[in-house]
């Protein structure tokens, strides 16, 4: 009798794993940045089921990211501004990005030619039906590097 019980409160730790583990949606998203200081896509959309994004940047150019260093950061548009503001003083060392500045809702490392790296965050940063916006924080790139990020 014993046995049972075990076996089946087993069962349903499985079950609820199961449960778990198929409402966990990752969903990929890709960019690329460029020597002309450019981002390929003006738009990217995560769909309203995703409960994680997987963002991987590449750098389809040569220059070195010490000269043409690229990374892709997520803030709320009326943040952008002030986080690559504060991100130039805040040094290469440190992605271009304040530490602890709480308007980065995601970010890469910053990368050169050549180069590709991803990150994964949780949608939870975001708000359904709510648009945001991308930019490399790298001094001097946001003017061109940006665009939306759309969820939901
Ligand atoms: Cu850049």
Redesign the pocket.
């Known amino acids: 009798m014993k046995a049972i019980i075990r076996s089946l409160a087993f069962c349903s730790l499985l079950a609820v794993a199961g449960n778990t583990f198929a409402a966990d949606k990752v969903c990929k998203l890709e960019i690329s940045?460029t020597d002309q200081?450019q981002f390929d896509k003006k738009e990217l959309a995560v769909a309203a089921d995703c409960t994680q994004v997987e963002l991987t940047l590449h750098h389809t150019g040569k220059l070195p990211a010490q000269a043409?260093?690229?990374?892709w950061v997520l803030a709320k548009t009326p943040d952008v501004a002030g986080v690559a503001s504060d991100g130039i003083p805040a040094g290469f060392a440190s992605d271009h990005i304040k530490k602890g500045d709480a308007r980065v809702l995601a970010h890469t490392k910053i990368i050169g030619g050549g180069q590709t790296t991803s990150i994964t965050f949780p949608t939870s940063v975001l708000t359904k039906g709510g648009a945001y916006t991308y930019f490399?924080s790298?001094p001097g790139?946001s003017a061109l590097?940006k665009g939306t990020l759309k969820f939901g």
């Open positions: 940045g200081m043409m260093g690229h990374n490399c790298f790139h590097m």
